[in-house]
Every structure is written in C-alpha cells, then in structure tokens.
C-alpha cells in the first residue's frame, strides 16, 4: 500500500490572517522522522479501533519527500495516475487462455519494458489496484476541501488572486446539438438541484491536500 501526499510549503494563521509561506527549499520536517511518526499514528490509530494487523506487517515504512516548486507537474502526475487507470487497453500486447503479455514503464530505468504472466497472476496484480467499496482514490483537506470556501475566499483576498483571471484560460462546453435539426440546445431545467452548502469554519485544517 502506498500513500501519496501533497503539501503547500506555506499555512495560515486563522488568528493574525497571516499567510506564511515558506522560503527555501528546505521540508517541514526530515522525511525519516515522518516515517517514524506517521507508522506510530496509524498503528496507534487501528489498535484503538479494535484492528488486528497482519503478523508479518512491514516495520519499515518508505517516504519520499521531494520539493516540486509551484506544484503543477506533481498535480498532473497525480491526476494521470489516479484518473488513467493502472494499465491503458494499448498496453496489453497479446493474450490467450493461458498468458498475457503487457508493456509497462520501469520505475527505476524510466524505460518501457514487456512482461509475460499467467492470467490469474495478472488478473490478481490488476485487482490489487482495485478499492475495496466504500473508499475513494482522493481526499481533498484544508483550503482545498469543498466545503472551505470561506477560507479559499480568505486566502485569494490575503494573497491579492482574481479567481476569474485566473480562470480564463478554462474551454467553454460546447453546446448540445439537436439530434434532429443540429440547431443549439439550451438546458431550461435540471433534474437534480444544487446541494446546500455548509458554513465552513476559518480555523479548518490548514492547507493540506492528501491523495
């Protein structure tokens, strides 16, 4: 199982309404301790819930802290890996009653390589990328969450954006086409209305994003 995080290298302070932002390029704290103290809190965590774990569960727990500047390619790598699936239909390059042969990226060499397994060893390696009912692929926290938008409101006063601006480079939806004339179509009325929105706190869980 592995875990992917992002974090802004900045936080604000609910109290003053001051935005601190981060200056180098330095982490908020070193990755081992990281490791150490996120292992401690699941298990203390799952122990609380009345959870067994496995008797051969890793001791040790990877992380990779890496500084990736404003954060836009990460967020497209994320969004790619979330949102593609695991393997793309043109990867399988052959298959039969007995094997399948696929292409896949090395994460090490960066290089394309093929692979040949048996099916239920390849069914069983796609099915582990599966979630269990009920799970979700991504959690928004923080400014980010949706029901935050009081303190996204906040944050773009304090760091002086125009979320307007800032969106205009988003393509309109074309418009539906009549299927018998071609004419434009015009939506007078939907089904499903809007869902209220809750009143977020300014003091929420301060500008963290978790996938």
Known sequence: MHVHLVMPAATLDSK????????????????????????????????????????????????????????????????????????????????????????????????????????????????QQVLPKGLRRARNFGFLHPNSMRLLQLLQLLLKLAPGRAGAWVRLRPALACPGCGGDMTIIRLRIGPSPRRQDPIDAAEGTLAM
């Open 16 to 127: 003053q309404r001051v935005w601190h932002t981060k200056t180098d390029k330095g982490f908020l704290f070193h990755h081992k301790a990281l490791a150490k103290v996120f292992r401690a809190k699941l298990l203390e965590a799952l122990t609380a819930a009345g959870l067994t774990l496995p008797v051969r569960h890793p001791v040790r727990w990877v992380v990779d802290c890496q500084h990736v500047g404003a954060g836009e390619k990460a967020l497209v790598y994320l969004g790619r890996y979330l949102y593609r699936g695991v393997l793309q239909e043109k990867g399988i390059l052959a298959s039969d009653d007995r094997q399948v042969t696929f292409r896949y990226r090395n994460s090490k060499t960066h290089r394309s390589e093929t692979r040949t397994l048996p099916g239920a060893d390849f069914l069983w390696r796609l099915l």
